[in-house]
């Protein structure tokens, strides 16, 4: 079965950390771009951050740049969101996403048709 699983998600203080990660099922990430989407109540889905299988290029959304952190392990499918100093504005539902097949392409290219189900982020005092 071909899926995506995310974890790490939780409650945070403000300017507290939280570790994300995304592992493959049934598939290899190797060649294939991995986007981080977030998604808060009332509010359109957005573009977080993107690493793609080619020279490893990272790509962040300005809201997250100098906090967040995108990283790739191949070896155990996985590829992780490090997020400090989080904030109020933050929370949200964050989900991965993958291409269905290993083009090598940039992420401004791909098309994210795998997704993973999602875990929930609330930054709060």
């Known amino acids: 079965q071909v899926q995506l699983v995310e974890s790490g998600g939780g409650l945070v203080q403000p300017g507290g950390s939280l570790r994300l990660s995304c592992t493959a099922s049934?598939?290899?990430?190797?060649?294939?771009?991995v986007g981080w989407f977030r998604q808060a109540p009332g509010k359109e889905r957005e573009v977080v951050s993107c690493?793609?299988?080619?020279?490893?290029?990272?790509a962040y959304a300005d809201f997250v740049k100098g906090r967040f952190t995108i990283s790739k392990d191949n070896a155990k499918k996985t590829v992780y969101l490090q997020m400090n100093s989080l904030k109020p504005e933050d929370t949200a539902v964050y989900y991965c996403?993958?291409?269905?097949?290993?083009?090598?392409?940039?992420?401004?290219?791909?098309?994210?048709?795998?997704w993973g189900q999602g875990t929930q982020v609330t930054v709060s005092s």
């Open positions: 996403a993958t291409e269905d097949e290993a083009t090598g392409w940039s992420c401004l290219a791909v098309t994210f048709a795998t």
């Open positions: 049934g598939f290899t990430l190797d060649y294939r771009a």
């Open positions: 690493i793609s299988s080619t020279h490893g290029s990272l």
